[in-house]
């Protein structure tokens, strides 16, 4: 039990700490646009920040969100699998729900997509190239993420250990927890689409 709080836990802070960086607050601050939390949906992630019309900063607002995700996965990974694992879990909670942000954060799908890549590169692009193609069929980005971490999850099946395997897997129902109201849209057609522009 104690190498496990020692071994796992810390992995699972550092994972935590270091997903817990709220970028797309960070960016849109630094370029004088305010709380991002005021526009749109509220959420701090690259969708929300698109629908600020600065392209460039949602698209840096993705990339940094998916690299926490990784560089947590991958600064661990070289001294135990089970401590990656435990990094990625640690990195999607921690934006989701970042303490310096009252515990508010964001949906997490960047960061998901981050760890995915992290932990076998084959789960990453299956929960990419899913993302993609539906995105571009549909246009609805909340639809193309509820079916691209899925596609990554059965992909681990593949990839990992059980142990990976059922981690990667539980990061799929916390993210379409996060997802609920996007999901309650969908259903009732009334989900905003890629690239249009939400009321602050």
């Not at 990554?152 to 609920?180: K, S, Y």
Request: aromatic content about 8%; glycine content about 12%; hydrophobic content about 60%.
């Amino acid at each position: 039990m104690q190498w496990y709080l020692v071994h796992l836990g810390a992995p699972l802070a550092f994972g935590y700490l270091l997903g817990s960086i709220p970028f797309g607050l960070l960016l849109t601050r630094a370029a004088g646009l305010g709380d991002i939390r005021k526009v749109g949906s509220g959420n701090i992630g690259a969708t929300n920040v698109l629908r600020t019309g600065h392209k460039g900063l949602a698209a840096a607002t993705l990339l940094l969100d998916a690299l926490k995700g990784l560089v947590a996965v991958l600064a661990v990974a070289w001294l135990a699998p089970l401590m990656a694992i435990a990094a990625a879990l640690g990195a999607v909670i921690g934006h989701m729900f970042p303490v310096w942000l009252s515990f508010r954060g964001g949906k997490g799908v960047a960061t998901t997509l981050g760890v995915m890549w992290g932990l076998a590169w084959p789960i990453g692009a299956a929960a990419c190239a899913t993302w993609l193609l539906l995105a571009v069929l549909f246009r609805y980005s909340s639809l193309a993420a509820l079916v691209g971490v899925a596609a990554g999850a059965v992909a681990a099946w593949f990839v990992l250990d059980v142990r990976g395997a059922i981690v990667v897997t539980l990061l799929v129902p916390l993210v379409w927890m996060r997802h609920h109201e996007n999901i309650a849209r969908l259903l009732a057609g009334t989900e905003t689409k890629i690239g249009q522009s939400a009321k602050a």
